[in-house]
């Protein structure tokens, strides 16, 4: 599951790394500009990982010399697709720390993730992408990803979803 | 689990419903003019419903009178949010058959997913909308729920997935 790329090291999360990924997806809140919606605790990420029943998957990236020092967290679920009737590889996450940026991490952890969805059966690999983002949007395409222009999210969350609940 | 809304019962899908679910999902594909990409079968859907693991989760509508005809079908999954750092319930599939349009079966089914997600804890409840669809904009957001205008869903799949596997 390991694997090395230049002087870093991809592995599957451990239960002592849950800090860390908390303070890198703080880090990465920040950076987008949404702490306001970050709602995420130690307690909670650790459940969601190593709960019996994970509800969602976590790969890190550390240095060679540094194993328990992260460098990147990536977070992954799998979705489903009626028309293919399999699951697919949904990509939630995925946050380099800025002073381990323009190495190539970002590629390195695309492929990564495209040979587990093939080993994993998936029909898909999927991810999002805000829409201003042409840095992002390019790299993706150069990866030979498609942007799907027509879909939208739809979100019902909080005060909006109880109300629904209870109409 | 089972719900009533006037002349009709929802309720979990059985293995029994399988090959009805694989004729109105291609109903769908066709009617989205989307029948090239559809590759479901008995076999897969079955394989994704009642295997030990379910990769999905279906409900299904029918009339009282007849509780073996379905007149709808609905898929859905958890997904997962790191900044809420809880689950999700994703509406992957909501289909009803032409017929039975126009009675208030989208609302039903929107409103008993609602519960859903709130019984299950989940953080939200979302799905995806065509940007082209306004009548469907329109009805969800009359239930509630918010269009996010800027992300763009990101896809490998096929020969393109495959290739960066293999890079």
């Excluded at 699951?87 to 381990?100: K, M, T, V």
């Excluded at 979803?161 to 109409?167: D, E, F, G, M």
């Amino acid at each position: 599951m390991n694997e090395v790329f230049s002087n870093y090291v991809l592995r599957p999360a451990l239960p002592t790394d849950v800090p860390q990924i908390v303070n890198l997806m703080r880090d990465m809140a920040e950076f987008e500009k949404l702490l306001e919606q970050f709602k995420a605790t130690d307690e909670l990420v650790h459940a969601s990982l190593f709960a019996p029943n994970p509800t969602a998957h976590a790969l890190v990236i550390t240095t060679k010399d540094q194993p328990d020092q992260l460098v990147a967290y990536i977070f992954w679920f799998h979705n489903y697709s009626t028309f293919r009737a399999k699951r697919g590889l949904y990509l939630e996450d995925i946050y380099i720390a800025p002073e381990h940026r323009g190495q190539g991490l970002g590629s390195f952890a695309l492929k990564h993730l495209a040979k587990q969805a093939v080993e994993l059966d998936c029909a898909r690999f999927e991810w999002v992408v805000l829409d201003w983002n042409k840095n992002a949007i390019d790299f993706y395409e150069h990866h030979g990803a498609t942007i799907l222009p027509e879909w939208r999210i739809v979100r019902l969350e909080n005060d909006a979803l109880l109300k629904l609940a209870q109409s």
